[in-house]
């Protein structure tokens, strides 16, 4: 038994790297926002986007482990260059401003733990986080990355802490309220876009393509289909339990922050630090300390991701070498482009900027961003010129396409609760 759980670990990689991300400190805030904000009113979501988040990225690491390519790459081999452009420059903004809200979060939540300048603290983790991505070669970065999925389980054991009434918490999960007002939409689009984001789709193509070719003579699936059946059964179990990790984590959040926040009257968190500063005089020092280095933990996952999907991104459009199974001097580009997004972030917490509204408002852009980035996707996940004869199947194409169609539909409510 303990055998085949180890053997069952061993085969998760990108897929639980990936999902575990999706839970950065400026997910926190948008899950503790929603809890909240409208205390069980959004529990329901988690039962919508779990499967669609699993359709979307077997779509984006099938790409990867077929075509030997990332996502970025397919699009500047098969679609007009203005197409390309416009997709990577969303993404390297929404990415950044996600980079700055983390750090950020990351800084409050240590000053809250350990005193000192919340700058200072940021400024730090922006430096490690640079280091860690440039020095540390591929083969130990994947293990520690996978390692730091764990420190989710902070937040399984803050849910444990408090108080939770789990027959109404069951009860508006499967029988929802849904308000329809600008306030409920804009959340729920926030929701969405931190859930089913643009930059977990680069980053598990890219990571498959790494995963690919770190391992001595392998090739991707279109050139040796002998393989196929190990690895795309490989990706569909990894993903699965990534992203069904991931949203068990964003419903263990929402349900705390509804049970101790709402409760109490509190009602606007303004920031992930902010949610677990609440929570220490109403759920206890030990729930609040497991909730700030929740915060940390996760932090220090997702910057590589976010910072490392946007280089992936704009290398493979400029046609540099990429990957972090390369040395800094054999791809400048890439390593360029890591840390440039990862300081710009730091810089922003220096800023007037408020860091709450730009993650607000980057949670968005990547929901708006992901509709025609998911639609470019499903179009290429049936072209043979691109997938050979692993073009994906009817029931994945129909899923794929209902989280598109989900996303769009909640873009078009949001804007026009706010437009109209």
Known sequence: MIARTRRFFRRLGPGLITGAADDDPSGIATYSQAGAQ???GMLWSVLLTTPLMVGIQIVSARIGRVTGHGIARNIRDHYPR??????VALLLVANTLNIAADIGAMGEALQLVVGGPAHGHAL????VAVAFQVFVPYQRLAPVLRWLTLALFAYVLVLLLVDVPWQQVVVDTFWPHVVLNADYLLLLVGVLGTTISPYLF????SQEVEEQRAADGEEPLRDAPEHARQHLRRIKIDTWFGMTFSNGIAFAIMVTTAVTLRTAGITDIQS?????EALRPLAGDLAFALFAAGIIGTGLLAIPVLAGSAAYAVAESMRWPIGHALKPAEAKGFY???ALATMLGVAIDFTPIDPFK???WAAILNGVIAVPIMALMMRMAVRPDIMGTFVIRPRLWRLGWFATLVMAAAVVAMLVSVFV
């Not at 680069?202 to 193509?205: N, V």
């Not at 992930?272 to 677990?276: D, E, G, L, R, V």
């Open 272 to 276: 992930s630090a902010q949610a677990a």
């Open 336 to 338: 360029g482009i890591i």
């Open 358 to 360: 730009a993650l607000y």
């Open 82 to 87: 203005p197409v390309l452009i416009f997709i």
């Open 124 to 127: 730090i983790f922006g430096l």
């Open 38 to 40: 409208f205390g069980f």
């Open 202 to 205: 680069f980053w598990q193509a």
